[in-house]
């Protein structure tokens, strides 16, 4: 077995980019399954898949220490039955076809990290959800129920299995930091709807820590909240962002505004209007190190002018 080989599947995306540097930087040899992949310079290798059928890429696994799978449509679209058929195809699809060449492998890896979502817990509203709290019942919800089904019923005895419930993830080259960041600057930096929603937000150097301590450490498994421990409201976390760009209070956008702007974007509305108020219990319990523990320090970290 090599140890120090990571398999990561939807590695090309925002998350993904940043967690192969960062393994890579701590010297892992990283192998990126992706629908395009490219020759590259540094010591990351891209090979092809499609994520629902067992071709090459499977040999990669072989082996290997870990896998990462963050696979999955973006959900930064309209929620129409065929979009939401999708979005659920994809993540577990990929999750079958990892636990089917995982079972194949010889040398199957020690631990794999599966990627689902706080929206789990669906509309939390001013609730604190924790791992052990149960599943809501909107859209998606349902999706990570199936998501997260179709990895508690893969049958890999040798290899540890741990998922993270990903929050709303804060970086300055992806997610929706820098869209906010340009609104508010242009003086549109207002509440959304009632603004009294929950963020569940997570620094992005916190969130790639987190996958490295459940690559490490062989105490954890089953589910944890990857989100910070204080999650903030909208309008907490659109003041905070209004002064750290140093721009005036700003007038909410009402709900229809949003829905207008969401179906003018090709986006969805209840992504920026439900509630999701979620702690990391777990990962507290384990005596995991926030680098970034409010939002304020990380929204100053992230919006600092670079030099």
């Known amino acids: ?21 960062d393994f890579a930087a701590h010297g892992y040899e990283v192998v990126v399954l992706t629908r395009s992949p490219r020759q590259r310079r540094d010591n990351i290798q891209e090979v092809a898949w499609d994520g629902a059928q067992i071709g090459s890429w499977s040999s990669a696994l072989d082996g290997a220490g870990a896998v990462i799978n963050l696979t999955g449509k973006n959900i930064n679209c309209p929620h129409t039955p065929e979009n939401l058929r999708d979005i659920t195809a994809s993540r577990v699809n990929s999750v079958k076809v990892l636990a089917t060449a995982i079972g194949q492998a010889k040398v199957p890896p020690r631990v794999w990290v599966q990627a689902s979502a706080v929206g789990f817990y ?10 052990n709290s149960p599943a809501g019942t909107d859209s998606l919800a349902t999706v990570c129920r199936e998501w997260e089904g ?15 419930r990903i929050g709303f993830v804060l970086g300055r080259d992806g997610g929706a930091l820098p869209l906010l ?16 929603q929950y963020i569940s937000w997570i620094h992005l150097a916190d969130l790639t820590a987190m996958f490295a301590t459940a690559v490490a450490s062989e105490q954890m498994s089953g589910t944890y909240n990857a989100v910070a421990p204080k999650p903030v409201t909208n309008a907490e976390f659109m003041r905070e962002l ?6 005036p209070w700003s007038p909410p956008a ?16 209840s992504l920026a209007l439900i509630s999701q108020r979620c702690v990391p219990k777990r990962f507290q319990e384990i005596g995991f190190q926030f680098k970034f523990n409010d939002v304020t320090a990380a929204l100053n970290d992230l919006c600092a002018k670079r030099p």
Do not use: C, W
Not at 150 to 164: E, G, I, P, S, Y
Not at 242 to 247: F, N, P, Q, S, T
């Open 181 to 196: 960041s340009k609104l508010t600057r242009y003086f549109l930096g207002g509440a959304v709807g009632s603004g009294r």
């Open 122 to 131: 669906g509309d939390t509203q001013a609730a604190a959800s924790d791992e």
């Open 254 to 269: 009402p709900e229809f505004a949003v829905k207008l702007g969401a179906k003018l974007m090709g986006s969805e509305p």
């Open 242 to 247: 209004r002064r750290i760009l140093h721009r």
């Open 1 to 21: 077995m090599n140890a120090k080989r990571l398999v990561m599947a939807g590695g090309s995306g925002f998350i993904g980019r940043a967690l192969a540097a």
């Open 150 to 164: 179709a990895f508690v019923a893969a049958d890999l005895k040798q290899t540890r299995k741990v998922v993270l």
